[in-house]
């Protein structure tokens, strides 16, 4: 019953669940340790270890998706709102569910957003590539699934147009995230690396679009350093006393790196429509046939 939500036992999702909530009433849910110290984050808290081929294995959840579990729980900010969408993402899961194809539907809905597909249109070899494995994934949602010489050619193509465009920053990045999604969904690392490439081309994009550079970025640390050495502003703690070192000698990198920090939540704010898209597919995946006490099939 691999990839069947909770392996259809109802008392499989209560405990999970109940273990889940334990932490979260009694203070101890946690961004991080997974599990340590009586503190757990969302695969902590109900596997009881920092183990997450475990959670897949025990709850029934493709292993490319839990792997990916902390990253979007870490999104959300504050721990109530992280605790919410933990809960949610067990809660709204149903018993049962056949999550095989979940992995493949979430790769085509992330190659298909429109700021990637105006890039990779830029590149033919890389636009070739991206309909390519979006193909290998739509035939395994069907039931067709490629074998593993269909997935080695299309991904071998989509490395080389990636390696073609050294000379093209956005398409290289570009060609890096049709080049992460060329894997089975069954791959642990392929939703995680697509995530992590796309979010890559997010922060490019963005910090192109507010004018921020690696100079300003170098500026920022070289003011910070020195501050660490002349004891400027030590009353401050963190962001606060670089935000106020910068106001103080830099009053328009200042404002930048203001933008800056602003963009980089928009990036959490990606991650956070993932998870939320992942939990409406959970709904919306087919109920698996299980087995009754007599032996007989039933949905």
């Not at 500026?219 to 606060?240: K, P, S």
Request: hydrophobic share 45%; with cysteine.
């Amino acid at each position: 019953m691999a990839d069947i939500a909770f392996h259809g036992d109802p008392a499989v999702k209560a405990q999970a669940l109940s273990r889940l909530r334990s932490h979260i009433a009694a203070g101890t849910f946690v961004y991080f340790p997974a599990w340590e110290a009586g503190k757990a984050n969302a695969i902590g808290a109900v596997v009881e270890a920092d183990d997450i081929s475990r959670y897949a294995e025990e709850l029934g959840y493709p292993l490319a998706i839990a792997n990916v579990l902390g990253a979007l729980v870490n999104a959300f900010k504050g721990l109530d709102a992280a605790a919410e969408f933990a809960e949610a993402w067990l809660a709204r899961t149903p018993v049962g569910a056949d999550l095989s194809n979940v992995v493949s539907k979430i790769l085509v809905v992330l190659l298909e957003q429109r700021q990637l597909a105006e890039l990779t249109r830029q590149t033919e070899t890389i636009e070739e590539s991206r309909q390519a494995v979006l193909a290998l994934h739509r035939r395994a949602i069907s039931g067709d699934a490629p074998d593993r010489r269909e997935w080695k050619a299309v991904r071998l193509a989509a490395v080389a147009a990636s390696d073609a465009t050294a000379d093209d920053p956005d398409a290289k990045i570009a060609g890096s995230i049709v080049e992460a999604a060329a894997w089975p969904g069954s791959m642990r690392s392929v939703l995680n690396d697509t995530l992590g490439a796309l979010g890559n081309l997010e922060t490019r994009l963005i910090l192109q679009k507010i004018g921020w550079t690696e100079a300003d970025e170098s500026r920022v640390f070289r003011i910070r350093e020195q501050a660490e050495v002349d004891g400027r502003m030590a009353e401050l703690n963190g962001l606060d006393r670089v935000l106020g070192l910068l106001d103080a000698d830099a009053p328009q990198l200042a404002k930048g790196f203001r933008e800056r920090l602003a963009a980089f939540e928009s990036l959490g704010a990606d991650y956070r429509n993932v998870g939320r898209t992942l939990i409406e597919l959970f709904e919306q995946a087919p109920i698996a046939a299980t087995q009754n006490e007599s032996g007989c099939s039933a949905s």
